[in-house]
């Protein structure tokens, strides 16, 4: 059976380059639209140390039959198509500093298919931040070491992949 690949979307940071984005950089605050939850956000912006940020959210995909996947976006500033970015500066909530010692992506297959729905930022310290695809279509669902209760990816964590991005 062929497998059909849907790969993470990168707009601004080719995805061969993601890892060697983030690894050794510090997250130290994220935002996101009001009404927006870590459970289901819409938008999701990390910001960083040396005072860049990314953003995150899915696309979905119908696959086989009802079957949807979703497969994360990540943007830089500005570089996200059709006005999706938001300067949400204003909505910025402070955390304890993740130091970003290595990058994984989440791999899911169902289907024929294989999705590359999440990451994991993972810090020296063994603190792990999550981003994956939510459930609802367009939404990412986030795990931050400070609140792992709302996480809530469209796929089943056990039933996932784990892929380690070289930096």
């Known amino acids: 059976m062929t497998t ?10 080719p995805p ?3 890892a060697r984005n983030l690894v050794g950089r510090t997250v130290t605050a994220y935002a996101m639209p009001p009404k927006h939850s870590l459970k289901a956000a819409w938008l ?6 040396d005072g860049g940020n990314l ?9 086989a039959g009802w079957n949807e996947l979703g ?20 909505f910025r909530v402070e955390i304890p500093s993740i130091h970003i010692a290595g990058c994984r992506k989440l791999l899911c297959e169902e289907d024929g298919f294989l999705a590359e729905c999440g990451l994991l930022l993972a810090g020296e310290d ?10 609802s279509p367009g939404s990412v669902s986030v795990s931050l070491p400070s ?12 039933y996932c992949t784990w892929q ?3 930096a």
């Open 44 to 49: 999701f912006t990390l910001y960083f140390e």
């Open 55 to 63: 953003e995150f959210w899915s696309e979905f995909y119908n696959t």
């Open 71 to 90: 497969v994360l976006v990540v943007s830089s500033p500005g570089e996200a198509p059709n006005g999706r970015s938001l300067n949400l500066e204003q």
């Open 126 to 135: 063994e603190e792990n931040l999550i981003i994956a695809a939510g459930i």
């Open 16 to 18: 061969e380059g993601l």
């Open 147 to 158: 609140d792992e209760s709302n996480f809530s990816p469209l796929l089943d964590l056990p």
């Open 4 to 13: 059909t690949v849907l790969p993470l979307i990168c707009h601004g940071v």
């Open 164 to 166: 380690e991005l070289d």
